[in-house]
């Protein structure tokens, strides 16, 4: 769905749209979504600047390999926004973007307006966590000998047990 300044022009623009998985392309093979991307929300124009604000809930789930053990792990995300998009002919020069701390999470739109799957792709990929795990406590492949840690313990590490070693491991 095109969220278009021309239909806003003329009121709010209200969306309730599902997208299946593989309607928006995430650039990642890694990432697989495995459940529709229900979203809903509310697009106005604030004339006077010509910003887009592009209100909205979204809930989709994600399936992804573990970082430490390479377990696909699915993690089910939801989570409101409220965003402001700019006409792109303001963004700001690349040296200008530094001193203008506040303002980097303002987005940028072209022509005439934004792509609600452009918004969403964005809003899911920052409600991934940093740190993709299956669980909190999973220990992981063993780089010496390859073992799944969390189906069963190997030999050739010493550490096991010592929670003195668990930050540095994740360096
Ligand atoms: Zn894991
Ligand atoms: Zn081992």
Redesign the pocket.
């Known amino acids: 769905m095109f969220l278009d300044i021309n239909q806003m022009q003329l009121g709010k623009v209200r969306f309730h749209e599902a997208f299946p998985p593989g309607a928006i392309d995430f650039y990642d093979p890694q990432l697989r979504q495995t459940s529709p991307i229900e979203s809903e929300g509310v697009a106005e124009l604030l004339e006077a600047i010509l910003e887009i604000r592009v209100r909205g809930h979204f809930s989709t789930s994600m399936e992804v390999a573990?970082?430490?053990?390479?377990?696909l792990?699915s993690f089910p995300l939801e989570a409101d926004f409220d965003l402001l998009y700019r006409p792109a002919a303001t963004m700001p020069r690349a040296d200008e973007i530094e001193v203008r701390d506040a303002e980097t999470e303002i987005g940028f739109y072209q022509g005439n307006g934004l792509e609600l799957s452009d918004v969403l792709r964005e809003q899911v990929l920052l409600a991934l966590p940093m740190q993709r795990?299956?669980?909190e406590d999973?220990k992981?492949i063993c780089p010496v000998c390859g073992q799944h840690r969390?189906l069963a313990e190997c030999a050739c590490h010493l550490e096991v047990g010592d929670d003195r070693w668990a930050g540095l491991k994740d360096l």
């Open positions: 573990c970082d430490r053990c390479l377990e792990t795990v299956c669980r999973c992981g969390n």
